[in-house]
């Protein structure tokens, strides 16, 4: 039985943004590595606007960018349902040299709204695996996640996070690498919500674990793996 134990920290809430796997790489001066995930249910696709000039266009519902060079000047970053000009979500944000980010838009159409993280891609050693739990997918008492080689057995364990509230993240924690369920369970009625089994969580790769809305059904929960970063 394999069980991992997150620490919960939330991040500042910033601006609006998507989702697909990117890897991180390597810098010039007064730039960093910042990649958009488009969490927002309502919308066909949406697009992200840098000091009012299109940067992205149409990232679909559930669609990330990979990772993108950009400078670390501060800009006005807005994101707005395609072929529209009017902001879901507006933000002057100051960006770090030497930092990768994801900028996650989510909420739906009625109130959307963002957060922007700091990742943390420095590979683990040899054998291992990274990962931090994110949730964007809706207010509510939050879930417990659990990440096990056992699914059957979670009511005799501890979560791998407990309540896992809207906008928040986790910190980045190191597992052995291998094949993994991750169970969702609702923290306020007790009811699994929902299961990704046999995830491969690759040795020296990075991840951030998404609790987003489903494509089919918004208002059911899923899970969404982004790998950060790959092997070496």
Known sequence: MRIFKFQISLFVLLATVCLAIGCATDRDDNQTNFRFFNAVAGFDSVDVLVDTDTYLEEISFLESTAYLEFDTDPHLLQVTPSNSLTALDTQRVSLQDDVDYTYIACGDSSEAEAILLEDDNEP????????????????????????????????DMLPTVERLRYKAATSYQAGGAGVYDIVVRNTATGDVATILANQNFESESVYSILLVPDEDRPEQVRVLVLQ????K
């Open 124 to 155: 683990p050693g040899d054998q291992n695996f990274k990962a931090r739990m994110v949730n964007v997918f809706r207010k509510g008492s939050g879930f417990d996640i659990f990440v096990t080689g056992n699914p059957e057995a979670i009511s």
């Open 228 to 231: 950060d970063r790959g092997q």
